[in-house]
């Protein structure tokens, strides 16, 4: 049976898959049913399949990543691409050389997909207008993050059945996270009541406007929540210039057996990753059972990566 | 040779003109008579230009350009800067001293000053910075540079921050005589930011600049120049609650004039869109109500001159991510044609906008310009006043095309333009 009712879904059908701000419900419905045979495909012992047998995948990475990557690598070994890995920390740029410069370096090799990473917003739309393959964002600065919302919302839908209604907080450095964007859009459009918390130096002052709960501390924040998202916080932000240290941020954001016991009592615990263990989250709570559904969020990824693909590549043909 | 220009709506601010007339050009090209009376009846046996009554005006300031010479010469010198100027009607530019070498010093001065001599048509007004290389600490030589020419002095695109070092400069400036501009903006506060703090900074992910960044130098600047009576000049306002600062600093009777760019008062942050790095601008576009207080600024007169702020930036700084590109956009071609917007719109009469760009400039930088009484060199702008047009790049005469309102319809272009009483350009 499909993840969601099949009638609620619409075949997306751009070019590029930039942002969650460019998608919509039934297209977002779309891709998670897509998604959910690709989670029993990955489960089987033979998880080989054509669909993109012929087709080149590059992965362009500006920022170093190992789970973004190796899961983009693997969706698209899966689907039969063939899939070449850009680090480009170590690469021509440095000498110089501008995206732009790149992509039509790159262009000129004919790939079909560009699934790009760059530290910069933007990148991803800079990059489209450019090159003449499809290109999927894997992370633009600040912007977006579409693929790992998505595979959220596919892990959330997966362990709970339903998105609408429920009680999503997101925790962290709110301010400087694509997750957060990506996820507050697509939650919110999902019908999710979505709460943000974190302390006013690492929140957007108008982020009230995108639809969410404000909170600066997790005790109110937390109250009656499903799901609780931890985000990854930059420890180059904890050196006074956003809080004053890791030891204060710990005590009053981070989540622990203390504060968790304000959500719902069977509530659960997303990451994006990779983790801080003990700054932003409680080593143990991470690795809880119980609680704790960040594998399932990495088992996931690959499977809504393979949809992402596997839609593209049909748009193209 | 004695010529003449008649039947133009004639309209110069300072003499309290408006009326059809023509304007009588002697043989050394100064105005000898202006008005109704200069017909071609009148003025004997000599050329005579039929205006077919479009508006002439002093030939228009632009209080605020940068031209690459030296350093940057591929994104402007100032031969091609000449070129774009007249066609937009500007006989007259204050050009900003952020060069390489910065122009901080007598000998780089003398230099820029010979080439303005050499290679530009237009009249090239230059500013030398306030501070050695800009890097706001030690205070250039004021004196020697007013000497050498120099009618100002300012850092340009930054803004001098330690406090104790902006006491010294207003101090020693009234002990110089010297005009102080500040680009007021908190560094700190600015850091890395590229776009106006807010919604859409958020949604497009990007560092913010806050408008208090703007607030507070302003705030303090005012507070040292009560001190000391200098003579200062804020080059560009882009927050509507500076405007407030400013009335009531002027309510308590200081002396000051203010800047603002034709852009901030024609576009908004909402413009930029999807990252469109010709909008980029420094100060940021701020919201439409920012806007539209800028242009009651100008309207209740707290506001002295509108500027294109043109800063021409070749294709590679542009075609860049968001984040990393180059700042500013090239204006000045379309700073006549995007003013008369607001007149169009009905949000300034035209005398407003005439006098912000022609008396007011010219009294605020002691210039030999923006009046055509007796006397005065025959710069002259002429211009119709309803022309439909639309912005394209590929038609600006300037050496870079980075116009942030490409593909705009606008209303309203230059004719014709008078050095001196010679036409150097024409449709």
């Known amino acids: 049976m499909a993840l969601f009712k099949t009638k609620q879904a619409v075949k997306y059908e751009k070019k590029h898959l930039l942002g969650i701000q460019d998608l919509s419900i039934p297209e977002i419905v779309h891709i998670l049913n897509e998604s959910q045979s690709f989670v029993e495909l990955n489960r089987k012992e033979n998880k080989k399949l054509g669909l993109l047998k012929g087709k080149t995948q590059i992965n362009l990475f500006f920022e170093s990543s190992t789970r973004t990557l190796s899961s983009f690598e693997l969706a698209g070994k899966r689907l039969g691409a063939d899939v070449m890995n850009m680090n480009v920390s170590n690469s021509a740029i440095k000498k110089g050389e501008t995206l732009i410069d790149t992509a039509m370096t790159l262009n000129a090799m004919h790939p079909d997909i560009l699934v790009i990473r760059h530290g910069d917003s933007g990148a991803a739309n800079l990059l489209s207008r450019k090159v003449n393959c499809s290109v999927i964002n894997a992370g633009d600065g600040w912007r977006e993050h579409p693929t790992q919302a998505l595979l959220d919302a596919m892990t959330i839908k997966m362990k709970i059945g339903k998105i609408e209604g429920l009680k999503i907080a997101i925790c962290g450095d709110i301010m400087h996270s694509r997750v957060a964007r990506s996820n507050i859009y697509l939650l919110t459009m999902m019908g999710a009541e979505v709460r943000v918390i974190a302390p006013s130096t690492l929140m957007p002052k108008e982020i009230g406007q995108f639809g969410v709960k404000v909170f600066t501390n997790m005790e109110d924040g937390l109250k009656d929540v499903d799901i609780i998202m931890m985000l990854r916080m930059q420890l180059e932000r904890m050196d006074g210039s956003y809080i004053p240290s890791t030891r204060e941020y710990y005590e009053f954001f981070a989540l622990d057996y203390k504060k968790i016991k304000h959500a719902k009592e069977n509530a659960l615990i997303m990451h994006p990753g990779p983790m801080n263990r003990g700054i932003e989250i409680d080593a143990s709570l991470a690795d809880d059972i119980n609680r704790s559904i960040i594998v399932q969020q990495v088992e996931m990824g690959v499977a809504v990566r393979m949809a992402c693909l596997k839609i593209l590549m049909e748009n193209q043909s | 040779m004695k010529s003449a220009i008649i039947n133009a709506r004639i309209i110069d601010t300072k003499n309290n003109i408006d009326e059809t007339g023509g304007i009588l050009i002697n043989e050394n090209g100064l105005v000898e008579a202006v008005g109704k009376d200069v017909t071609k009846d009148n003025v004997g046996d000599i050329k005579v230009t039929d205006c077919q009554n479009k508006i002439a005006i002093p030939g228009i300031i632009d209080g605020r350009v940068f031209v690459g010479e030296p350093g940057f010469e591929y994104k402007e010198n100032y031969s091609t800067l000449s070129q774009a100027a007249i066609s937009g009607g500007v006989t007259s530019v204050v050009t900003m001293p952020n060069t390489d070498p910065v122009v901080d010093n007598v000998s780089t001065f003398d230099f820029i000053k010979r080439r303005a001599r050499d290679k530009s048509l237009i009249k090239i007004h230059s500013l030398a910075s306030l501070t050695k290389n800009t890097e706001g600490h030690e205070i250039c030589e004021f004196g020697l540079l007013k000497l050498s020419g120099a009618i100002g002095f300012t850092d340009g695109v930054k803004s001098i921050q330690n406090n104790n070092v902006m006491d010294k400069i207003f101090n020693y400036a ?102 469109k790095t010709f909008l980029k601008l420094s100060p940021p576009l701020r919201k439409e109500q920012d806007r539209l207080d800028l242009i009651d600024g100008i309207k209740n007169e707290l506001i002295d001159i509108i500027v294109s702020d043109h800063k021409p930036e070749d294709e590679e700084s542009k075609r860049l991510t968001f984040q990393t590109c180059a700042t500013g956009s090239s204006g000045i071609e379309t700073f006549l044609s995007l003013a008369l917007e607001q007149f169009h719109n009905g949000n300034l009469d035209l005398k407003t906008i005439i006098k912000c760009i022609t008396e007011n400039p010219a009294k605020i930088f002691g210039m030999k310009a923006g009046s055509l009484e007796k006397g005065m060199p025959a710069d002259i702008t002429v211009f119709d006043l309803n022309k439909p047009w639309v912005v394209k790049r590929e038609n600006l005469k300037s050496k870079s095309k980075n116009t942030a309102i490409e593909g705009k319809k606008l209303q309203g272009k230059v004719e014709k333009t008078y050095l001196n009483g010679k036409l150097v350009f024409e449709i």
């Open chain 2, 174 to 275: 009234k002990n110089q005589n010297a005009l102080v501009i500040q680009f007021p903006q908190d560094n700190e506060l600015s850091k890395n930011g590229v776009i106006n703090e807010g919604l859409i900074a958020t949604k497009l992910g990007l560092k913010g600049i806050p408008d208090y960044a703007e607030h507070l130098v302003i705030e303090r600047d005012l507070r040292l120049l009560n001190q000391y009576k200098s003579k200062y000049h804020i080059a560009l306002l882009s927050s509507g609650k500076s405007i407030q600062i400013i009335n009531e600093w002027k309510k308590k009777e200081l002396q000051f004039t203010c800047g603002v760019s034709i852009n901030q008062i024609s576009l908004n942050e909402n413009d930029i869109g999807e990252f």
